[in-house]
């Protein structure tokens, strides 16, 4: 049986930097998710077509992981831990 293709990671951005990366089923839910958590971003932006829900969390992590190799081993400022 196929999994349904519902999930894609996201990017909140601060300008050009990157301040946060997720993953959702439904962007612009979590963008007012975001806003009403007060996360200061200035926009939203998908990181691809739409995935299972594993594939999602694995595009996510290699996101972080690669974020973290250029930034001293720090996550994007709202990502709180190693797997987002």
Same mark, same amino acid.
């Not at 519902?6 to 990157?18: D, E, F, S, W």
């Not at 612009?28 to 007012?32: K, L, N, P, S, T």
């Given at each position: 049986m196929r999994r349904p293709r519902?999930? /894609?990671?996201?990017?909140? =951005? /601060?300008? $050009?930097?990157?301040v946060y990366y997720g993953i959702t089923d439904d962007l612009? $839910? =979590?963008? /007012?998710e975001h806003r009403d958590e007060r996360k200061r971003f200035t926009g939203i932006s998908s990181i691809g077509p739409r995935v299972t829900e594993t594939t999602a969390e694995e595009r996510e992590e290699k996101l972080l992981q690669s974020y973290r190799r250029s930034h001293r081993g720090r996550n994007p400022r709202y990502n709180e831990t190693d797997t987002g």
């Open positions: 519902t999930h /894609q990671p996201y990017a909140l =951005r /601060q300008g $050009r930097n990157v612009d $839910r =979590r963008e /007012q």
